[in-house]
């Protein structure tokens, strides 16, 4: 079955394309203008599929069936310089996500570009629209880069109406040394650039997003999912958690700027930019052993930056927190946990717009209003100990008395504070 398949798609194609025979790999050159297509697209070792000069755009058919308009099968496959048109409007599907043992490659379908298991890929200057899954789902991949990508108007809804996660660009199951580079995403419902990884699979590995810039996402602008070794570096995003129907409230997942999730340790946040989260600035769920500084976010209506340890094999600790601006907080500004973890020469500035009372959290009164609130623990116990916490200046409502706070299971001399500045 599979095998049909593919032979029809590289029938399709055939008919559909102008092929260009040229020393070394196939080049496959897009004809001008909008070309329908009804099923998948293979392209096997090799290959280079590239638009016209005059530009080229390979749009889904209503009757479009397949994984992606895309499927990339081989190595050294190079997209670029053509334009993909999801129809969101005839193939939207109204889905969840998928079951906690299922990869996203093997369940969402009407994807822009899919690439499985493939060595050496690199997407540039591609531009998508209205894709009802995925832009681009790379899944136990190596060496990839994905640069000069534009996203726009994509992803999908889950039955209540929210966002299921899709519309944006997704490495996942353990893909390594990729790049995601130069990229614009905007007005996506999902999330925007990330990792994933099943619990079972292999951490994606040495990756860099850097330089793209995420505009009116529905979930998180950028998202380090089960990873080692990845640098997040001069992204700026602008309306993150908008519009605020599109958020999955049921499901409870907080826009953020940056957010993180599973095991990831020897990672860098460094020097990204977001104007205005309907969310939280950083989450760093599961985050260890790495830096997080010289961020700056303007206009936070959630928390400013959380940690958090939900995956049971790693530790809150030697997280450096340093030189990170938050401006706005509709909350509190530094959620600590675990061991020595450095808060230093932050500027936490008007936190607690909310003026918040926030009696939410049993025994912890303070947590939702102090400029920096050392716990007790969060999914998991995880007493703040160790930690240094100096240089800081901390302003907003309340912030002369509840300046750095902390839980009451949580002593005082547990933890080095000096030097720190607070006021209204």
Known sequence: ???????????LAAALFFLVQTPGPRSVLLRPGVTEIHAEMVLEEGAELRGS???????????????????VRGNRVTPRDFTVDGNRAALEERTGLPGYDVPFARFTRNNGVLAEGVADLGIQNVRFREIAGFAVLVSRARRVTIDGVRVLDSGSRN??????????????EGTSDFRVTHCEVRNVRGNGIWTHSLYTSPRNARGVFTENLLEEIGRDALQVGHA?????????GRRIGYPEETVDVEGKAI?????TAGNVDRSLYARNQFFGINGKCLDLDGFHDGDVRDNACVNIGGYGIVMNNTNPDMQSRHVRIEGNLLDGVKYG?????????????N??????LAHCGCFWTAGEP????????????????????????ERNEITGYGMERRCIGGSPHVYPDWNTLRENTCGK
């Not at 079955?1 to 029938?11: E, I, K, P, S, Y």
């Not at 500004?333 to 230093?344: D, K, L, S």
């Open 228 to 236: 080692t070794e990845v640098r997040v570096e001069g992204n700026v």
């Open 1 to 11: 079955m599979v095998r049909a398949l593919a032979a029809g798609a590289m029938l």
């Open 53 to 71: 000069a005059s530009g080229s755009v390979l749009r889904a058919a209503a009757d479009f069936h397949g994984r992606a308009l895309v499927v």
């Open 159 to 172: 039955a209540a109406g929210r966002n299921n996660t899709t519309g944006g660009i997704l490495l996942e």
């Open 366 to 389: 303070d947590l939702f209003r102090s400029g920096i609130y050392l716990g007790e623990g969060a999914e998991r116990p995880a007493l703040a100990r160790g930690n240094v916490v």
């Open 255 to 259: 826009p953020v700027g940056v957010d």
């Open 347 to 352: 500027r936490l500035l008007h936190l607690n």
């Open 333 to 345: 500004g530094i959620f600590v946990i675990g061991e020595e973890n450095a808060i230093a020469h």
